[in-house]
């Protein structure tokens, strides 16, 4: 578990909706880094599959350029770029979400500081 944004555990929460709101935000912030974490075993994949495709060429005689068309005209990599820009868009909502929750948080720690 990662630690909480709320640094101090004696005076973490003082209500139930504070609480709730930095809970779902630590929840969402958990999501996006598995979700990233998705998006680089995806960009990884494409990395591997075109060095691999390279060196085939290679050992075939075909030329570096056309290697590099061949594969990125391929299936593999195709699905493996889809799968990248999927789980970065949906690492970077669930971060925006993230951090909606923590700003939701600490409006309401500050509404019940503040003097009116």
Known sequence: MSPSFFHDDDNRFRNADERDACAQAEAMLEQARAMM?????????????????????ERRGIAPTDAEIRWSASTPAKNAIT???FY????????????AN???????????TARI
């Open 37 to 57: 974490r998705e998006a680089e075993n995806a960009l990884e994949t494409w990395k591997t599959g075109k060095e691999m495709n390279r060196l085939r060429c």
């Open 83 to 85: 799968n990248n820009n």
């Open 88 to 99: 970065v868009s949906l690492a970077s909502m669930y971060f925006e979400a993230a951090a």
């Open 102 to 112: 923590y700003s939701r948080a600490l409006y309401l720690r500050s509404r019940g």
